[in-house]
């Protein structure tokens, strides 16, 4: 079956492009021109990967990517924004999209951050599977939880994959590039600042306190490790 992608974007022109160059590509396509349309699409067919615009008609897509995240939807979301906007991007991030791209964007980019994603997806739950116990937490990497004093914190699959990878090195410096690599799987990123935005996103969810924390370390000039 092919793999399925949703457009939330406004811009007809963009849809229709969008659409044409990834039917080629082999996937499925749906679309919707705004943000409550696409928030029912996006609940309803349980695609396997989102591209949603910011600005939009109806319901922001920063609201729509919030409301997809609190209805346990770990597919992934791309963000479509402004050239230049990096405040969205970082908020869109902080609502829990694993990526954005700038316009206006090469469609080559695009289709090579979305072939990465898909990969990464299709790849979850190899090597450290189950539940991996700290001091004081548990890591559900099957049901994509964190669990801390009885209560439940949900993870997106990228955070998931960020934190097995980390846990895999076993102690090792990892560096940004090596997390650009190995999760994200293409070579170019905007910026390096997106890792330190889901480290940031990371810590909140598993550390006690995420202004010290115990587990995801930052190596000044090196990276991150982490430490049981």
């Known amino acids: 079956m092919n793999e399925r992608i949703l457009i939330i974007e406004d811009e007809e022109d963009l849809v229709k492009g ?22 029912k699409k996006a609940l309803s067919e349980k695609p396997d990967l989102i591209l949603l615009d910011i600005m939009l008609p109806g319901m ?18 791309l963000m479509l924004t402004a050239k230049g906007e990096e405040i969205d991007k970082v908020i869109g991030l902080e609502m829990g999209a694993d990526d954005y791209i ?5 469609i080559r980019e695009l289709l090579a951050r979305i072939k990465a994603h898909l990969r990464r997806e299709n790849r979850s739950g190899e090597t450290i599977s189950g539940l991996v116990q700290l001091e004081t937490i548990k890591i559900d990497f099957e049901h994509y939880k964190v669990i801390r004093k009885d209560v439940e914190i949900d993870l997106t ?11 895999q090195q076993d102690g090792k410096v990892v560096t940004r590039d090596e997390l650009l690599d190995k999760i994200w799987g293409y070579e170019k990123f905007p910026t390096t600042r ?22 995801i370390l930052t190596v000044y000039g090196g990276g991150y ?3 049981r």
């Open 157 to 167: 699959s990228l955070e998931v994959d960020v934190l097995r990878f980390l846990i």
């Open 18 to 39: 969008l659409k044409i160059n990834l039917v080629d590509e082999g996937y499925e396509v749906d679309y919707a021109l705004d943000g409550k349309v696409g928030l």
């Open 194 to 215: 997106t890792i330190d935005n889901h480290i940031l996103k990371l810590r909140k969810k598993i550390e006690v306190d995420p202004n010290h924390p115990r587990h």
């Open 225 to 227: 490790r982490f430490v």
């Open 60 to 77: 922001n897509g920063l609201e729509v990517c919030k409301e997809l995240r609190r209805e346990n939807m770990d597919i992934p979301i």
């Open 102 to 106: 700038s316009k206006p964007f090469s």
